[in-house]
Structure formats: structure tokens, C-alpha cells
């Protein structure tokens, strides 16, 4: 069985950075497409980036491109989200995926494991 852990949310200001990460135990982290999504209060699950299965190729929402970089860990089993100049509506639950497939997709019912989910506040 394969799990996702979220971690490295916080409250954080506007134009600052936030690294989150998410840990995957079960399998390894290659034998997945991976994707991050988030939910705002009263707003529906949206996508944010996404990384292929065999070569890890990113893809990424158009409102997050360019501020935020998905990358892999294979030696620590880890996929990351590196996100820059955050905005007050960057706020939301983020939520780390895993897929079966090839991937990148933006989604989230092509997703087969999710994460708890971490909070990202940032305040104006």
C-alpha cells in the first residue's frame, strides 16, 4: 500500500517562498506519476503541477507557472513543490497524488493515492 505525507505548510507573507514535501512509502516514488493539487475554503480541488512516471517531465497550471517548481527526490523517495512569490490567493490545503499512470496529468481522478494534505496559508 502506498502513502503520501505532506509536510512543510505554514503561514508565510506575500512574495515569500515555501518548500512543501511530500514522503512516499510503499513503493518507489519512479513508479508513480505525481501531482499536487490544492483546495481553497468553498472552492473545488484544483491542479497545480504534475510530474511524468518514467521521466519525471513537469507540467504545471497556468497560474502557478513560473513561480512553482515540482521536482523529485529518488534517493529519498520524496517529491517536492518549490513555490515563489506567493500571493494571498495561494492559499489552500495542498494535497500530494500518486498515479499508476504514465502521467503528467492534471487530473485528479487519474490519481489513485492521496496525501492528508498540508496547509499553506499567506497573508497579504
Known amino acids: 500500500q502506498v502513502q503520501l505525507v505532506e509536510s512543510g505548510g505554514g503561514l508565510v507573507q506575500a512574495g515569500d517562498s515555501l518548500r512543501l514535501s511530500c514522503t512516499v512509502s510503499?513503493?518507489?516514488?519512479?513508479?508513480?506519476?505525481m501531482g499536487w493539487f490544492r483546495q481553497a475554503p468553498g472552492k473545488d480541488r484544483e491542479f497545480v503541477a504534475a510530474m511524468s512516471r518514467n521521466t519525471g517531465r513537469p507540467y504545471y497550471a497556468d497560474s502557478v507557472k513560473g513561480r512553482i517548481t515540482i521536482s523529485r527526490d529518488v534517493s529519498k523517495n520524496m517529491v517536492s513543490l518549490q513555490m515563489n512569490s506567493l500571493k494571498p490567493e495561494d492559499t489552500a490545503v495542498y494535497y500530494c497524488?500518486?498515479?499508476?499512470?504514465?502521467?503528467?496529468?492534471?487530473?485528479?481522478?487519474?490519481?489513485?493515492?492521496w496525501g492528508q494534505g498540508t496547509q499553506v496559508t499567506v497573508s497579504s
Open positions: 510503499g513503493r518507489t516514488v519512479s513508479n508513480y506519476a
Open positions: 497524488a500518486a498515479s499508476v499512470l504514465l502521467g503528467p496529468s492534471p487530473d485528479a481522478r487519474e490519481y489513485d493515492y
